[in-house]
């Protein structure tokens, strides 16, 4: 990845890559807009930025591909351990499966793959969206062309353990805010286009609600406002419109104050969207065990 300065970036004009974090996660689409100096300062505010080496800009919305092995969809984020190992897990994905295996990328830990071989045995888990799934495959082939990954069996010593409240997460997403009323995404268009829409960044993110930071006054607490933001997961970058309630706000930067919001009822794509995107960000950077 290459990183990025604040001159590398155009003010009030479309960005023309993704702005990505240091891991790698999604901050903020290319064709979005950065509208003034201070979002500058504050998209940059929460640690540096990057962007891919051959990024061709945004790919037009895909539809999921169609789920694989206990519903898990191609590119589902995988936990990875061997039994017995107490150390936190590798990070892996799902990337093809067959009828009687599994094909995933290879596992990394801190940026480096991990020891493996054909014969060994892994404890893998993955999100489908409403539950976790823990298994057991074997590693049938080590391939590395045209890239490094893993050919499993077919899963075994199956465990799940459905999701009915989504933790709270950090997170570094730069969002739009508006305090229209009216929910319709053409409206909010119209809300980015006159100037009416505010650049904030979205952290501790769940599906209840998130922290919000601005370059400007905070919306007064009881105020209403709606959010767009899009979120990563399972490869694919989706688009969430939500409305939400300010209910807190806090002291602890005058220049950029923070202040909590609690979302309005979520729709179920949103709600199974918000759930992915937090359990891949447990599944990668937690010490959940398998």
Request: one cysteine or more.
């Amino acid at each position: 990845m290459i990183h990025l300065s604040p001159n590398d970036l155009p003010v009030g004009a479309p960005l023309p890559w993704s702005l990505l974090d240091g891991e790698g996660n999604l901050v903020l689409g290319s064709g979005n807009v950065i509208p003034d100096s201070r979002d500058l300062a504050l998209v940059f505010r929460h640690g540096l930025l990057c962007r891919q080496e051959a990024d061709s800009g945004e790919h037009p919305p895909a539809d999921l591909p169609p789920p694989g092995p206990l519903g898990l969809q191609v590119g589902t984020m995988l936990h990875v351990k061997q039994p017995g190992d107490s150390s936190r897990a590798a990070a892996s994905r799902l990337i093809g499966f067959v009828e009687q295996g599994l094909f995933v990328t290879w596992p990394q830990l801190g940026g480096r793959d991990l020891m493996l071989q054909a014969g060994d045995t892994l404890l893998l888990r993955g999100f489908s969206g409403r539950v976790i799934h823990s298994f057991t495959s074997t590693i049938t082939a080590v391939c590395r062309s045209p890239f490094r990954y893993l050919v499993l069996s077919a899963p075994a010593q199956l465990d799940q353990m459905p999701v009915r409240k989504a933790a709270r997460v950090p997170t570094r997403l730069a969002a739009y805010m508006t305090q229209s009323q009216d929910g319709d995404h053409d409206a909010f268009s119209g809300d980015l286009a006159n100037g009416a829409a505010r650049l904030v960044i979205v952290s501790d993110l769940s599906t209840g609600g998130a922290l919000v930071q601005a370059s400007g006054p905070a919306p007064a607490v009881g105020s209403r406002v709606q959010l767009r933001f899009r979120l990563r997961t399972a490869s694919i970058d989706s688009e969430i419109l939500a409305d939400a309630l300010v209910v807190a706000e806090s002291h602890g930067d005058a220049d950029y104050p923070a202040f909590g919001i609690a979302f309005d009822v979520l729709g179920e794509r949103e709600m199974t969207l918000l759930q992915c995107y937090i359990y891949e960000q447990l599944l990668l950077g937690s010490g959940l065990s398998v």
